[in-house]
């Protein structure tokens, strides 16, 4: 099996050896706010527990756009230091979602809020944390050449060096 599921039972019976590992020990979850972003981190929280896994929850403030944007006069200085300021509440408030949700179900959640262009600190951050699988949110591919975040969420798994799982909606489960 791929990964290997934690099971209370067989636990309980016998230590796993020193040489043993599991594929799956900690799991980045990209955080953007949208109702696929927030099934992602409801998904994650159950990965995480189940595998015994940690999770470090990432909201990125795109400033690369909001740059874009300034230079095309379509946003001035003023205008885009308090969209960034507003997107800095929103994320913190995203990522307090995310790290009580995990506390709710015993799993470790590290937040991490980073400004810059939104793939390239997913990757980053990635790298850094050396994360061992990328969770995101999904997104229909008909809308991926109207929308920005759909293209970076694509970069994201064109360029991400480890597995991605992409959470298309909310997982049910009849347990």
């Known amino acids: 099996m791929f990964l290997r599921r934690k099971d209370k039972s067989e636990a309980e019976q016998t230590e796993q050896p020193a040489t043993e590992t599991t594929l799956l020990r900690h799991v980045l979850l990209v955080v953007d706010g949208s109702e696929p972003s927030m099934a992602a981190a409801r ?3 159950q990965l995480a527990a189940q595998y015994d896994a940690r999770i470090t929850a990432v909201y990125v403030i795109d400033t690369a756009t909001m740059d874009y944007l300034m230079q095309m006069h379509i946003l001035v200085s003023d205008e885009r230091q308090e969209f960034e300021s ?6 913190n408030r995203y990522l307090d979602y ?8 015993g799993v470790e959640v590290e937040t991490v809020l980073e400004k810059g262009s939104f793939h390239q600190q997913i990757l980053k951050v990635a790298r850094a944390r050396d994360v061992d699988a ?3 949110g999904g997104w229909r591919r008909t809308v991926t ?4 975040a759909s293209v970076e ?3 994201i798994l064109d360029e991400a060096s480890c597995p991605v799982i992409v959470v298309k909606n909310e997982v049910k489960r009849d347990r």
Not at 86 to 91: A, E, M, S, Y
């Open 134 to 136: 990328i969770v995101v």
């Open 86 to 91: 507003d997107l800095n509440r929103t994320g």
């Open 43 to 45: 998904f994650s929280v």
């Open 153 to 155: 969420r694509q970069l």
């Open 145 to 148: 050449k109207k929308d920005a």
């Open 98 to 105: 995310v790290k009580t949700v995990g506390n709710n179900n």
